[in-house]
């Protein structure tokens, strides 16, 4: 067979595979584009400074919330959660006690914009937050006053975290219910893992130690401070921004254009050396004489 024949066919298989995968590619590169705008949108929401809970800290790893907060909180408290949580948190057939649960879970639940529910029956998710970073210490300021308990809210610093260190913890730990791209996934008994493309790096410490609905809690003994921060720093910096992985990444474009990436290169590379071993076989049965 004429060599540029024999080119054409070989090269037809790996233009085809390319053509899919660009296809897949557009698509997830097009799904994810939808969460990056999520993200900024609620970003500007929750990293209002909190500096003024930062002031009083004592212990360095978590926040401390200032007790002048709590008239301001209270006033809130009575607006926007007494309805359901009545006025002193201890919960009526609305909506459960949230005294002694602690400023990581009255933080978490408010920052996500889980809380205030609008009504009751209704499924608590993740959307932008009507309070401000201020209001929200201030109700947890307030339902952290009627009891004590429960973790505090994490103080989190990624400047030194590690992020390989990270990706490792969250592949063991979280990818199973999150999925390794973040997206969140169905889960059995009707019930779904959220999307990690909007979470701040404190709603993912605080996520982690007081695992929100179906999740898992994650103690200090499981994973400790450092490790907390590694991982925040893997989902805020690559699952939240996968085209700034660098290197050769595959730019996060979803597992399954990723896995025709992978298929193209393996598949590319047999046939080169199925085509060279055949090229070898037909000059030496030349040679012979046939
Ligand atoms: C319309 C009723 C309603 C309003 C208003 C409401 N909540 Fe809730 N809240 C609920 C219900 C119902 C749940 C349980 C949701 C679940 O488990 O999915 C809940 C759960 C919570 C939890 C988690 C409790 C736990 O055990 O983990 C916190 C914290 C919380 N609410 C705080 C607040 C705060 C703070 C406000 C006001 C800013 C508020 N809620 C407003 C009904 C309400
Ligand atoms: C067994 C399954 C499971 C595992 C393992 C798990 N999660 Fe979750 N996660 C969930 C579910 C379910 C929710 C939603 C909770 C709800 O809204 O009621 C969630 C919610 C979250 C949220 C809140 C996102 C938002 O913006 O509201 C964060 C952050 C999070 N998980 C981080 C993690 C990290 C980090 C790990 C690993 C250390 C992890 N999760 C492990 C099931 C899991």
Redesign the pocket.
Known sequence: MPYHKKLIRMLLLPALLVLLSTGFAVISIYRNGSFAARTSLVSTGTSVSTGASQAGAEKSNTVSIPKSLIPEGHI??IE??S???TNTGEGSY?????VG?GAA??D???STG????????I??VQKPSR?TRQQTLA?VAY?TSLGKGGPPIPKVNLKHANVSEGQTLFALNCASCHTITGSGDALSNRSFSSSLHIASPTQIAEALR?G??NMPRFGPRTLNHKEVEDIAAYVTRFIQHPNNAGGVGLGGVGPVAEGFIALLIGLGGLMLVSFWIGDRQEKEESRDGH
Not at 94 to 98: A, M, Q, S, V
Not at 114 to 121: A, D, F, K
């Open positions: 809130l408290f926007n959660c309805s359901c949580h609305r909506g459960p006690n949230l649960l879970t009255v978490f639940w408010v889980r809380m205030p529910l609008s009504q009751p029956g499924e608590a309070l109700i339902v007081i929100p609905g």
